[in-house]
């Protein structure tokens, strides 16, 4: 079965249009991001795209196409949630990986160290089925609007939620590929 999505990059508008189309995407820094270092892509709508970075920016849409096996879906797979929350929970509190973790990263545990480990844990002889993905898509609790279900419920649908997708660098290439330039509009007219 095939995992399909569009994604939205954005970066600084440095470079010229052809510099930048040559470039894109860029991988992003190796440290604290969401969900490790990779390529990033807002999911499904430029919405989030435009809200990123408050500066000069160009955005570019992309096709992100891979086998759904690989792809950990904290978005729209109810049974990928379960399974990432055991993951987390062999960091916490005496898990079989607290104390690697630990020596690694301190105390505290965050999203960005756990795919991270897992992530270098893949590098070592006899450990590459240890996170198998290609890519993540997560979300996190930013959305545009809430309106309750009903009168009697403190339930909310919260619409235009925030979701993120980073792809491993090694994968890019099989992928992810270039569509097109939609902001800003003298980039998107000569695509």
Not at 16 to 25: A, D, L, T
Not at 150 to 160: I, M, N, T
Request: with cysteine.
């Amino acid at each position: 079965m095939v995992f399909n999505v569009t994604g939205y990059h954005t970066c600084k508008a440095m470079g010229g249009i052809q510099h930048i189309r040559k470039s894109v995407p860029f991988l992003s820094l190796p440290n604290n991001q969401w969900l490790g270092q990779g390529y990033y892509f807002w999911t499904d709508d430029a919405y989030w795209a435009r809200d990123w970075l408050n500066q000069p920016k160009v955005i570019s849409e992309f096709t992100i196409e891979l086998d759904k096996t690989k792809v950990l879906d904290l978005v729209g797979d109810v049974k990928h949630q379960i399974l990432f929350n055991d993951i987390c929970s062999l960091f916490k509190d005496g898990g079989i990986y607290q104390e690697a973790y630990s020596e690694k990263y301190g105390g505290d545990i965050f999203i960005t160290h756990i795919f991270s480990w897992l992530r270098d844990e893949c590098k070592i002889p006899g450990e590459e089925n240890l996170f198998p993905y290609w890519a993540v898509r997560a979300k996190d609790k930013r959305f545009v609007s809430k309106f309750p279900f009903h009168e009697k419920g403190r339930e909310e649908l919260l619409l235009v939620e925030r979701h993120q997708m980073c792809v491993y660098s090694e994968y890019k290439d099989q992928i992810v590929k270039f569509e097109k330039f939609v902001h800003p509009s003298h980039f998107a007219e000569h695509a």
